[in-house]
């Protein structure tokens, strides 16, 4: 389902009909860049008139041509993203060079070499150095009919000398009633009807937010994060009851929500401190969110454990916000 961004569409659909030879579709986590880029290899692959109105039509999903490109078997598209653990768990945790080699082979072919080509990137954050040097040479001398459609998650990763070769769109976070929208059209078990308004003002404009937070009882998880940093006193029990989401064994997802659920009241925190002029406070914000995504990423390369790792910021956490709420007091 594509909801919203008409005018990152726009863009796309002028970027394509021009002939350009790439783009790179920038904006937040989940907020609709890889379906759009599947739409539009839809739409070119299907040979679909590019540009009739500036609107990347959806795809006829009774159409051979839709069946190859979700089975990802089309021959006249790769997708390239981190592949599959040796041991079928999970996902590595870089995109390879190796992976950009099975891009080399399929500009190999002769059979894709005579009609349009697609190569879908996702995401560019995700390739290692050697990886993106890869990529920089086909993008200094692309192969003829061919279009790059690359995804980046923000800034991250984001190499100048890419960027520079690229046509880049910006896709902005949804709005509260577009992520609404989406959940109703894809609305299973995991969600409520009651639960997808609240849903959708937590996501924070990503319909993949909402989603992790229907699937991982994300609702439950920021009400009890809620109550520990609302507590004036440190509630080792509630801290005790977050821990053990963030170290449950194999599951990674309800880790990764409970430090975005952590990132985001952070934020909000901040932008209150920001909007009532009290800049001092917002700076404590701003390191600490710094500081704990650095905690993150050292405490998974060194494979440390979580919950102990979580009850360590949840202590800092709540001294953050009781000393910023003791010092407007």
Do not use: W
Not at 29 to 45: C, E, I, S, W, Y
Not at 56 to 73: F, G, L, M, V
Not at 82 to 103: A, M, Q, S, Y
């Amino acid at each position: 389902v594509l909801t919203g961004h008409q005018q990152a569409c726009a863009n796309m659909v002028d970027a394509a009909r021009s002939g350009h030879h790439a783009m790179i579709l920038q904006g937040e986590r989940g907020v609709g860049k890889a379906t759009a880029a599947f739409h539009l290899a839809n739409m070119m692959l299907a040979n679909d008139e590019i540009g009739s109105g500036g609107v990347i039509h959806p795809p006829d999903t009774k159409n051979s041509n839709y069946r190859q490109i979700a089975q990802n078997t089309h021959p006249n598209l790769l997708y390239l993203t981190r592949p599959i653990k040796d041991d079928g768990k999970g996902f590595k945790t870089v995109i390879t060079v190796d992976e950009v080699r099975r891009l080399h082979r399929f500009l190999g072919m002769s059979a894709a070499a005579q009609s349009r080509r697609i190569i879908i990137i996702d995401c560019l954050g995700d390739m290692n150095r050697n990886a993106a040097n890869a990529i920089l040479k086909l993008l200094e001398e692309p192969p003829s009919n061919t279009l790059f459609i690359i995804i980046s998650h923000g800034t991250s990763g984001m190499l100048a000398t890419i960027r520079s070769r690229c046509q880049l769109i910006r896709f902005s976070p949804l709005e509260n009633d577009e992520v609404e929208r989406v959940l109703k059209a894809i609305a299973g078990p995991i969600m409520a009807d009651s639960d997808i308004p609240r849903l959708a003002a937590l996501s924070g404009g990503s319909v993949r937010h909402a989603l992790m937070m229907a699937r991982s009882g994300g609702l439950e998880l920021r009400d009890t994060l809620n109550e520990l940093l609302r507590s004036p006193h440190f509630d080792t029990g509630v801290a005790h009851k977050l821990a053990d989401v963030a170290g449950m064994r194999g599951s990674d997802e309800h880790n990764l929500l409970l430090r975005e659920l952590v990132l985001d009241a952070v934020q909000q925190g901040g932008l209150s401190r920001v909007s009532s002029g009290n800049l001092g406070e917002a700076e404590k914000f701003s390191r600490f969110a710094a500081e704990f995504a650095e905690r993150a990423r050292i405490a998974d390369g060194f494979n440390l454990d979580r919950r102990q790792e979580f009850l360590v910021v949840a202590a800092q956490l709540h001294a953050l916000f009781q000393s910023v709420r003791r010092a407007v007091n």
